[in-house]
């Protein structure tokens, strides 16, 4: 049975302007499980005066900052009740593996609790201004500000963006991805039952093409944070430009994987493959180019090899799945090009390649986890980003070798580095050109933590203080505390005696 998903806007559930809805469907097995609202330009415009008027009247905003991280702190704790549901929904949205969406959804409350916490510990500052004056700078919420989120980590990313937005006082339009709308429409509801006024939160699913570009376009924004990939990141970087809007963008990557040979080698290609096949490799920090001492090159990539090929893959339902399909049958289209290409480019592929065969993939988007060698510079693959489950091997010679490598690409949101030898990590890791960097570690995250990338990686960040701050502006108040008279404009005669 199809369920009917409807738009959020000042508390109400409504059906788009037009009536007209998109389907969502079940990567693992073909189905529609949900037919959901495609929100209007009219709908966006709607959104964003709910917001505003939620805004101006004070509702959220003046709250003080103590009530609000009580509010969020209600929230988190009713997340928390429900991850288990929520993460059955995720997977069904999504195709990514239970034991997965579980794990990931059980840090989540942790965003909340943390933002609320920076609101309540936000100080005012006071600049020296002089001995007859006191400065105050203030830092306000911003207004409204809209949240483009992508499919790949549904909740997460929405919590990521929301929790900071929230806690500095500002109303939310949120445009979730249309192959995962349906969370961030219950999140929302979760939000007002613990406490965050109608209107404040507001969420409009719909494409990318129309819901996503007319919100992009609105001049009634504060802010724009938007998550998925460059080129659609440049677009709505210069639609908000028209209206000097600012952007945050979390966008592409392509995240090597540093292997040197003082590692263990079991250890390494475990972390390896953590990196390369967590949500089918659909992360922006997958780790998608694994570069090796040319030292340890062959027994690694044998080990690794043996892993790869050990992955189950199967219903995301399932507990014992490692790995389920892709979101879409789009994606593993452009999946399989990439590696049709790299082939026909002279790479080798070591393991998989190809869309599994048996009765228990028919109706879904699977295809098998990749590991490909023989790729350099001159091959497609070098440089694209796949956003699947697919990575490729190749050596490096010495430490400037793996840095140079790993530098060569357009993109810089993450990186990890593989040693034992700690003054090797620290000069790996300070010399490449990436936002995140993991030693012996990866796909770490922490509310903390900041989190955002160098070169055509993205704008901004998110987490952190530097999250809170881009959700506020700085107000300066400058008190003239002197008790003498001050008349500029005077006369000569009359300044004399002033």
Not at 6 to 21: R, Y
Not at 36 to 45: L, N, R
């Given at each position: 049975?199809?369920?009917?998903?409807?738009?959020?806007?000042?508390?109400?559930?409504?059906?788009?302007?037009?009536g007209?809805?998109f389907?969502?469907?079940?990567?693992?097995t073909?189905?529609?499980?949900?037919?959901?609202?495609?929100?209007?330009?009219?709908?966006?415009?709607?959104a964003?005066?709910?917001?505003?008027?939620?805004?101006?009247?004070?509702?959220?905003?003046?709250?003080?900052?103590?009530?609000?991280?009580?509010?969020?702190?209600?929230?988190?704790?009713?997340l928390?009740?429900?991850?288990d549901e929520?993460?059955?929904?995720e997977?069904?949205?999504?195709?990514?593996?239970?034991?997965?969406?579980?794990?990931?959804?059980?840090?989540?409350?942790?965003w909340?609790?943390?933002?609320?916490?920076v609101?309540?510990?936000a100080?005012?500052?006071?600049?020296?201004?002089?001995?007859?004056?006191?400065?105050?700078?203030?830092?306000?919420?911003?207004?409204?500000?809209?949240?483009?989120?992508?499919?790949?980590?549904?909740?997460?990313i929405?919590?990521?963006?929301?929790?900071?937005?929230?806690?500095?006082?500002?109303?939310?339009?949120?445009?979730?991805?249309?192959?995962?709308?349906?969370?961030?429409?219950?999140?929302?509801?979760?939000?007002?039952?613990?406490?965050?006024?109608?209107?404040?939160?507001?969420?409009?699913?719909?494409?990318?093409?129309?819901?996503?570009k007319?919100?992009?376009?609105?001049?009634?924004?504060?802010?724009?944070?938007?998550?998925?990939?460059?080129?659609?990141?440049?677009?709505?970087?210069?639609?908000?430009?028209?209206?000097?809007?600012?952007?945050?963008?979390?966008?592409?990557?392509?995240a090597?994987?540093?292997?040197?040979e003082?590692?263990?080698?079991?250890?390494?290609?475990?972390?390896?493959?953590?990196?390369?096949?967590?949500?089918?490799?659909?992360?922006?920090?997958?780790?998608?180019?694994?570069?090796?001492?040319?030292?340890?090159?062959?027994?690694?990539?044998?080990?690794?090899?043996?892993?790869?090929?050990?992955?189950?893959l199967?219903?995301?339902?399932?507990l014992?799945?490692?790995?389920?399909?892709?979101?879409?049958?789009?994606?593993r289209?452009?999946?399989?090009?990439?590696?049709?290409?790299?082939?026909a480019?002279?790479?080798?592929?070591?393991?998989?390649?190809?869309?599994?065969?048996?009765?228990?993939?028919?109706?879904?988007?699977?295809?098998?986890?990749?590991?490909?060698?023989?790729?350099?510079?001159?091959?497609?693959?070098?440089?694209?980003e796949?956003?699947?489950?697919?990575?490729?091997v190749?050596?490096?010679d010495?430490?400037?070798?793996?840095?140079?490598?790993?530098?060569?690409?357009?993109?810089?949101?993450?990186?990890?580095?593989?040693?034992?030898?700690?003054?090797?990590?620290i000069?790996?890791?300070?010399?490449?050109?990436?936002?995140?960097?993991?030693?012996?570690?990866?796909?770490?995250?922490?509310?903390?933590?900041?989190?955002?990338?160098?070169?055509?990686?993205?704008?901004?960040?998110?987490?952190?203080?530097d999250?809170?701050?881009?959700?506020?502006?700085?107000?300066?108040?400058?008190?003239?505390t002197?008790?003498?008279?001050?008349d500029?404009?005077?006369?000569?005669?009359?300044?004399?005696?002033?």
């Amino acid at each position: 049975m199809t369920e009917k998903i409807l738009l959020h806007i000042n508390g109400q559930d409504v059906p788009s302007s037009d009536g007209a809805v998109f389907s969502v469907k079940n990567p693992a097995t073909g189905e529609e499980p949900y037919a959901v609202s495609h929100a209007t330009p009219d709908d966006v415009d709607a959104a964003i005066q709910s917001g505003q008027r939620a805004f101006e009247d004070g509702r959220w905003r003046d709250v003080p900052a103590r009530e609000r991280a009580r509010v969020l702190n209600r929230a988190a704790a009713l997340l928390t009740e429900r991850i288990d549901e929520l993460a059955r929904l995720e997977t069904v949205q999504i195709g990514r593996t239970l034991r997965e969406m579980r794990a990931q959804l059980r840090r989540l409350p942790e965003w909340l609790e943390y933002f609320g916490a920076v609101a309540q510990t936000a100080e005012d500052t006071g600049p020296n201004f002089g001995a007859e004056h006191l400065n105050v700078v203030r830092r306000v919420p911003i207004g409204v500000i809209g949240l483009i989120t992508p499919w790949n980590h549904p909740l997460l990313i929405t919590m990521k963006k929301l929790s900071a937005a929230l806690a500095a006082g500002n109303s939310v339009v949120i445009k979730p991805s249309e192959l995962g709308p349906v969370v961030p429409v219950l999140l929302a509801k979760l939000l007002e039952e613990a406490g965050v006024p109608a209107g404040v939160v507001n969420v409009i699913p719909g494409l990318g093409r129309t819901t996503g570009k007319a919100l992009s376009e609105h001049p009634g924004l504060a802010k724009l944070d938007f998550t998925g990939g460059t080129e659609t990141g440049r677009v709505i970087a210069a639609n908000a430009g028209h209206s000097l809007i600012p952007v945050t963008a979390e966008l592409g990557g392509k995240a090597p994987v540093l292997v040197f040979e003082d590692v263990d080698i079991n250890r390494a290609a475990a972390g390896a493959l953590f990196a390369a096949f967590i949500a089918t490799g659909q992360t922006c920090v997958q780790g998608a180019r694994i570069l090796v001492d040319r030292r340890i090159y062959g027994d690694f990539v044998e080990a690794l090899t043996k892993r790869v090929s050990a992955l189950r893959l199967g219903d995301p339902l399932d507990l014992q799945t490692q790995m389920g399909p892709m979101v879409s049958e789009a994606q593993r289209e452009k999946t399989a090009d990439a590696v049709n290409r790299a082939r026909a480019q002279g790479a080798t592929v070591l393991s998989g390649g190809r869309a599994p065969e048996g009765q228990q993939y028919e109706r879904g988007w699977f295809y098998e986890p990749t590991l490909v060698a023989d790729v350099g510079p001159l091959q497609d693959l070098w440089y694209e980003e796949v956003f699947g489950p697919v990575t490729l091997v190749v050596p490096f010679d010495n430490e400037a070798d793996a840095i140079q490598q790993a530098n060569d690409s357009p993109f810089g949101l993450a990186a990890s580095v593989w040693t034992q030898e700690i003054g090797r990590a620290i000069r790996v890791s300070k010399a490449l050109q990436c936002g995140i960097v993991w030693i012996n570690d990866h796909h770490r995250i922490d509310p903390a933590s900041p989190w955002g990338g160098f070169k055509d990686s993205g704008l901004g960040s998110e987490n952190g203080l530097d999250a809170y701050n881009a959700c506020t502006k700085k107000q300066s108040l400058i008190i003239n505390t002197s008790d003498s008279h001050f008349d500029w404009f005077a006369s000569v005669e009359d300044l004399r005696y002033s």
